[in-house]
Structure formats: C-alpha cells, structure tokens
C-alpha cells in the first residue's frame, strides 16, 4: 500500500476517533446524504466533486445502521449517446402515482435476473468482445430484444472505478430524529479501510449479479421547472456483506510516533 495513504488513513483514524468522542451530532445537511455531509463538515473538508474521493484520496462512505442493504459506490450515466437517460425516460417511464400526468422510472438492475416493469425487462450484460456493460431492455408481451445499444464502456467505468474508489472509508453511523426539535442527529460508531482488488473484479462481481445498477428518473414536482425530467442519478450498487469481494480490508493502526 502507497506509505503516503496509509500516514492519511491514521490520520483520518485520529479524527474519526475525536468525532466519535462527541457522541451525538446534530447534522449539517437536510435529507438523504446528511450523515455524509456532516461528516465533512466536522472534518472541515470542503466537497469535492463526486468524480474524486472525498479525503486526499480515500472516499468516504457513511451507512446508516439497519438501513437499506445496498452501498452506492459511484454515480455514471450511459455513456455511449447522448441523451440516453431522456430516451429511457421517454420511452420506457410509467404515470407517476402521485401525478399520473407525469412519469417516473426506478429500477434496480443485474445481470443474473431480469426487472420487469409494467411492459418491459432490464437486464445487464458484461460485454468482453466489445468491451461495455449492455443494458438490454426486453418486451415484456412478446419477449423480443429491443435493439437500444444502450451501454457503458469500460474504459471510462475503470476510469471512475479507480480514480474514486481505490481507497476507501466505510463508517457506519446511528441516526435519531427528535421530533420536537424536528433535528437529525448522528452518531458515528465504526470506521474499516479498504482497498480496491482491481477493476477486473469489478466485472466479475456484475456479471455474477453482486453490482447492480440503480436507476432513479422522476419529475420537477414544483418550481420552473415543473414537469421536467428530475434525473436522480444512475447508481453501481454493492451490499455491505459484499464488500469485502470487491475490496481488500486494511488493519489501519493510530501512529502514536
């Protein structure tokens, strides 16, 4: 391991150790995402942007305990034409529940079962001829392959792979809500350091149905823009009880030098 990460990793021990001492944390961010974003803050790391790592390197990743199994590990759209997303919108999107005037998609996707919708199938497919991860879509009535050529490349999935998720910092955190006071607090209670195995793993562990690709389209439900497509993000996910496949856990140690 590079000497200089592992000296940033105890360092960021000695920190996550000072926040833990604090207990209960009221948190610095509203909605999904604030036990990340408090942690930054108590840090004092300013946000980067999602295509680097979040500390000198090493990504941050909070969990909330007993929460949802899946880790989202990074975000990258279809990359192979633009507009791709809109098309999926367009075409393959249903009536929102809350506003059957509008239209919404969410799937999870892998590669060993199909998701079906109201009128198709999604399935992922590990492309090595070609060197892309395909999402296939299916008809749903007929069980014909609609030709979309809706793909990622690996070139730049290992590109974001690697520049964001070679080290990583995984914190499990408890959460509480005060409903007087209507104030998240958190606490954080448990940090392990990984290392990525290798972007060929990576592969194997979508093909084998692990990884899944999450989704998210919705609609601008106020604002100027209501109505538009509100494109949530499109999201490689991994189990917690799976981490360990695509990374290599580090024994980090405080340097009391």
């Given at each position: 391991m590079n000497e200089n990460i592992e000296k940033i990793m105890q360092e960021l021990l000695k920190e996550f150790y000072r926040i833990q001492s604090l207990n209960w944390i009221s948190s610095k961010a509203d909605g999904?995402?604030?036990?990340?974003?408090?942690?930054?803050?108590?840090?004092?790391?300013?946000?980067?942007?999602?295509?680097?790592?979040?500390?000198h390197g090493i990504e941050l990743k909070t969990k909330i305990l007993n929460s949802e199994a899946y880790i989202g590990l990074f975000s990258?759209?279809?990359?192979?034409?633009?507009?791709?997303?809109?098309?999926?919108?367009?075409?393959?999107?249903?009536?929102?529940?809350d506003n059957p005037k509008y239209k919404v998609f969410y799937a999870k996707i892998n590669s060993t079962i199909r998701r079906c919708t109201r009128k198709y199938s999604f399935q992922l497919f590990v492309n090595y001829k070609k060197e892309i991860i395909e999402l296939k879509i299916y008809d749903n009535f007929t069980g014909n392959l609609m030709n979309e050529e809706l793909?990622?490349?690996?070139?730049?999935?290992?590109?974001?792979?690697?520049?964001?998720?070679?080290?990583?910092?995984?914190?499990?955190?408890e959460r509480y809500y005060d409903r007087t006071s209507k104030i998240r607090y958190y606490k954080y209670q448990n940090i392990d350091f990984f290392k990525l195995i290798s972007f060929e793993k990576f592969l194997k562990l979508i093909e084998e149905g692990y990884i899944q690709v999450n989704i998210k389209l919705s609609y601008y439900k106020t604002g100027p823009r209501e109505g538009g497509i509100d494109d949530k993000g499109t999201t490689f996910e991994i189990q917690e009880k799976d981490l360990e496949k695509l990374f290599q856990k580090l024994n980090i140690q405080m340097d009391f030098s």
């Open positions: 999904y995402g604030g036990a990340g974003q408090t942690l930054e803050f108590l840090l004092k790391k300013a946000r980067d942007r999602d295509i680097l790592p979040d500390y990258m759209a279809l990359d192979n034409k633009p507009l791709r997303m809109k098309h999926i919108y367009d075409h393959y999107a249903w009536p929102s529940r793909s990622w490349s690996f070139k730049h999935l290992k590109l974001r792979l690697e520049s964001k998720l070679s080290y990583l910092a995984f914190i499990s955190v």
